[in-house]
């Protein structure tokens, strides 16, 4: 009967797995052949599908519609693990309203209506944040923050260096105070910058661990590792923790991460851009988008609205505000259907959590100085310490108003100090800090060109949008209440690993168009070849939408060469305005001896990086019937030297960026870009002057192009830091192996000594107590010459300990099971016996049985009976502190054996 239902069950594993697949083709279908499908073959076999048919299903994604209403989805792992689609809450913000008011929403309207392919590809969003770091997935057709190794989803942005490894996030955060010289935090900001910076100077003296200059003038972090002092580029520290992120979400996705989007402030320059996609190549990653922080808040907002205004309706404005540890940003963003438009961004990169952490540091210096005469600064660790105690303060007043109070046990000189603070004071000292909340916003509307009553909502995220004097300036200068619908810590990951999952074919994700903004502006300069002079032209406007292509012309003879620079000094977040030289080469004249048109493409690319992307010769090849040459009037102009002519339709070009940003790959973008914007502007430079037509054949010749970005790391470096991370994160594997062997011993030492005085103490011999001296001696061998020992000498010292150990434990343990198994023998030769009684009894259901078969069952019986009664006897005789006259094993293969059929 068993065995017919095993066979039923499997015949429908098939028969389901068949239905899976039929699903998977009919999926994109409409969803009246999924109800289909559903009756058909889902409904009758709906049981079995609860009953464990994940491994056929392995690696497979089917969507149920339930008959409640609500739908239903899950996906099986190639594991065969199955994974619940994601909660509601999780879902975004809607879903979690829509559960708690009790409604049933169809979670149709999530942004990743599907799996494409359940590849190995994955879709993370990383934050890279001053002081905290988060990491998203999209998975099973859900956004999810995922959690580190201690379960918490913030991870600290800190990396330690010690004498044999490196540690990073909270195993760093725990050097801090420890190892503060080595421990590394706050370096975001060092981000494609000179290590002559005004800014990297000023901020020198204030930081606890050293900086120093690198080969190539950038900053570099100065730090003891692995006994040796050594300077590691900020690209290489960034890559190190972006290593632990991508780890994180390796181990909760359970595939290798590549293919992922990072964030970055929206005032980010081109340098610094530049800097955190090699830090992210360092790490091994794909960058398919660095995203500003801004614009990935508002992708979290906007692509779950299900109510937005259409297309050809009034756009919906939000504000997006993040005042995180380092710096305030602010956006605001035009919302339709299925599209979001940045329209201006504005901040203040200098304000952030950390500047109330300074009044709080500040203040509590002057009083211990006073109250206690300690000079708080003169003492790195204390400081630490000190800032550690503000932030928690900082974080307690946000919720308390009233005097709260700031303990440190042993501060400096083996001191106890103590303070307290309330909120209203803790505002006053503030003032100032509290001022530079409105300016941002005020020069938002300016430059969006809006007013208060314009804006729908203002949505605020970051960990110091908490304060309640910060949201109190900003709820007064908008004049309506904040919206904190999204996470205020997550938002940015999560932002980012929808935009990951836009721009990757792994995932189908409902549409949703995201234009950016240029966030300065950009011009180029050149020399005239004519007067010798420098001529210029501002090719990105502040606020131009990008990512944006355009096609430039100039008239030329020979190779020159363009600097791209931001026009707008005083605005400006940083002391250099140059973005790079761009050379276009080989460029020869006409055979004619005039110049040749040169068609260059500058582009703001899917980062916000500034390059040109490609040059190319129009060769023109006259026919004998005219001598007339193309565009005579830009040719004629200043000796063929004319100035910069540029090729787009401002209006088209909007509309063309807004195309490119719905595309699904960077590499798509690049293809139609290309095509639409050469083939503009061939339409233009093809039209002939006037109303003559020219008989002239055109060869369009691609040129190449040195480009010379600032402060952009030399491949060869590049390469040379991606070995070197590698080779890192071996050592660091190593030191993990090593590091666990040790405490494998230090375990098991621990373990066995309370087990010794525990349950094991009956199984001990007064001769074998010789293991609790060896656990006493390894104790001690632990904390002296066993300390510092390679792997090996650890696994070594295990093993000797278990090869005394493993007898008792065994003993223990088959103390344990033996009268449970002899047990079970005993019921099994009843009833062979009780069978045999039957037979003799002449039961009419034995009758077609062969007496011969019979007697020897009978004897088999008798003899297993003698057999367990004599062990049993013998077992009870023997001390529990010598090995086992029989064994469990040898029990268990006498119940095994049968006796009959
Ligand atoms: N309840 C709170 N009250 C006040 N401040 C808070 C609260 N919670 C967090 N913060 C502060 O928020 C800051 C961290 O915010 P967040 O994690 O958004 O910064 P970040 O992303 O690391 O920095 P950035 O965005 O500038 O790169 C810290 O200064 C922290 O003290
Ligand atoms: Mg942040």
Avoid at 766 to 775: D, H, I
Wanted: include cysteine; aromatic fraction near 8%; charged fraction near 30%.
């Amino acid at each position: 009967m068993n065995t017919k239902l095993k066979k039923t069950r499997v015949v429908l594993y098939f028969f389901f797995y068949d239905c899976i697949s039929t699903c998977k083709f009919i999926l994109p279908c409409t969803s009246l052949s999924l109800l289909y499908l559903y009756y058909i073959y889902f409904y009758p076999f709906r049981h079995y599908i609860r009953a464990g048919v994940t491994m056929p299903l392995a690696g497979r994604w089917c969507r149920i519609t339930g008959s409640s209403g609500s739908a239903v989805g899950c996906y099986w792992s190639a594991e065969g693990e199955k994974i619940p689609e994601r909660s509601h809450a999780s879902a975004g913000a809607p879903h979690a309203a829509a559960q708690l008011h009790g409604t049933r929403t169809r979670v149709d309207h999530r942004p990743l209506t599907g799996i494409l392919r359940s590849s190995r590809m994955s879709v993370v969003g990383f934050d890279v944040g001053f002081m905290n770091c988060y990491v998203a997935v999209a998975r099973a057709g859900g956004i999810e923050t995922v959690a580190n190794e201690y379960s918490d989803r913030c991870t600290p942005a800190c990396v330690s260096f010690g004498p044999r490894n490196r540690s990073i996030g909270a195993a760093a955060k725990s050097q801090v105070v420890t190892n503060c010289k080595n421990t590394v935090q706050g370096f975001k900001r060092f981000h494609g910058r000179a290590f002559s910076d005004p800014y990297v100077q000023c901020l020198k003296n204030s930081l606890v661990y050293d900086i120093a200059q690198m080969p190539t003038g950038t900053t570099g972090i100065k730090v003891m590792y692995m006994e040796e002092e050594k300077v590691f580029s900020i690209e290489q520290v960034t890559a190190m923790l972006l290593t632990k992120l991508k780890e994180t979400a390796e181990n909760a996705l359970k595939k290798p991460v590549a293919d992922c989007v990072v964030s970055v402030p929206c005032y980010y320059t081109d340098a610094e851009r530049r800097s955190v996609v090699d830090a992210a190549q360092i790490a091994g990653l794909n960058c398919l988008r660095l995203m500003n922080e801004t614009t990935a808040v508002a992708l979290a907002y906007g692509i779950y609205k299900q109510d937005l205004p259409a297309l050809e309706e009034k756009a919906r404005n939000v504000v997006f505000v993040d005042l995180g540890h380092s710096g305030y940003q602010t956006s605001v963003c035009a919302f339709n259907k299925g599209k979001l438009k940045v329209l201006a961004t504005a901040c203040d990169p200098e304000l952030g959590g950390k500047d109330f952490d300074e009044v709080l540091v500040k203040y509590f210096c002057e009083e211990f100085g006073k109250k206690y005469k300690l000079d708080v600064k003169s003492k790195p660790r204390a400081l630490v310490r000190l800032y550690q105690e503000c932030e928690k303060l900082k974080k307690l007043m946000s919720a308390n108003s009233s005097d709260l109070p700031l303990n440190i046990e042993c501060f400096m000189n083996d001191v106890d100090v103590s303070g307290k603070l309330n909120r209203g004071h803790f505002e006053e000292m503030c003032v100032d800090i509290l001022a530079r909340v409105e300016p941002p916003l005020q020069s938002l509307l300016e430059h969006a060109k809006l007013k208060k009553e314009d804006i729908y909502a203002v949505e605020i995220v970051g960990g110091a949008s908490r304060i309640p004097a910060v949201k109190e300036r900003i709820s007064k200068f908008f004049g309506k209440e904040l919206s904190t619908t999204l996470n205020a810590d997550e938002a940015v990951a999560r932002g980012c690993a929808l935009q990951c999952a836009i721009l990757s074919p792994a995932f189908k994700v409902r549409e949703f168009s995201i234009t950016d903004i240029v966030p300065y502006p950009i011009s180029l300069k050149w020399h005239s070849a004519a007067d010798e002079g420098l001529s210029d032209c501002e090719v990105f406007p502040k606020n131009h939408a990008a990512p944006f292509s355009k096609v430039l012309t100039f008239y030329r003879k020979e190779p020159f060469s363009l600097e791209a620079y931001y026009n707008c000094p005083n605005e400006l977040l940083y002391p250099d305005p140059t973005i790079g030289q761009f050379l276009i080469q080989k460029v020869v004249p006409q055979a004619s001896g005039e110049s040749s048109k040169v068609k260059v493409k500058v582009r703001v690319n899917i980062h916000g990086i500034f390059s040109v992307s490609s040059a190319s010769l129009v060769e023109v090849q006259k026919s004998d019937e005219t001598e007339e040459p193309m565009e005579t009037e830009q040719a004629t102009d200043k000796d063929g030297e004319s100035k910069m002519q540029t090729d787009q339709d401002e209006q088209q070009a909007q509309g063309d960026a807004q195309k490119e940003t719905e595309e699904k790959t960077p590499r798509e973008n690049e293809e139609m870009e290309t095509n639409t914007e050469e083939s503009k502007s061939e339409k233009k430079s093809d039209q002939p002057p006037q109303a003559k037509k020219p008989k002239v054949k055109t060869k369009v010749l691609e040129l190449p192009i040195e480009n010379s970005p600032q402060w952009q790391l030399a491949d060869d470096m590049l390469n040379l830091f991606v070995e070197n991370e590698g080779k890192m994160i071996m050592q660091d594997k190593l030191e993990k192996e090593r590091n666990d062997a040790k405490n494998n011993v230090e375990e098991y030492v621990y373990d066995m000594r309370d087990k010794l005085h525990g349950m094991l103490e009956k199984f001990v011999s007064e001769s074998v107590n010789a293991l609790s001296l060896k656990l006493e001696d390894t104790e001690n061998w632990l904390y002296e010459d066993g300390e510092d020992q390679p792997k090996q000498v650890y696994i070594d010292k295990l093993a000797e300990l278990k090869k005394l150990g493993q007898p008792i434990q065994e003993r223990y343990t088959e103390a344990e099971e033996r009268p449970k198994v002899f047990e079970e023998l005993g019921k099994q030769i009843q009833q062979y016996m009780k069978f045999v009684e039957a037979y003799k009894m002449k039961e009419e259901q034995y009758d077609h049985l062969d007496e011969a078969d019979v007697t020897k069952v009978d004897k088999l019986a008798s003899d297993a009976m003698m057999w367990m009664n004599s062990n049993m006897n013998q077992q009870s005789k023997q001390s529990l502190t010598v090995d086992p006259s029989v064994k469990v094993k040898d029990i268990q293969a006498k119940t095994r054996v049968r006796m009959y059929g």
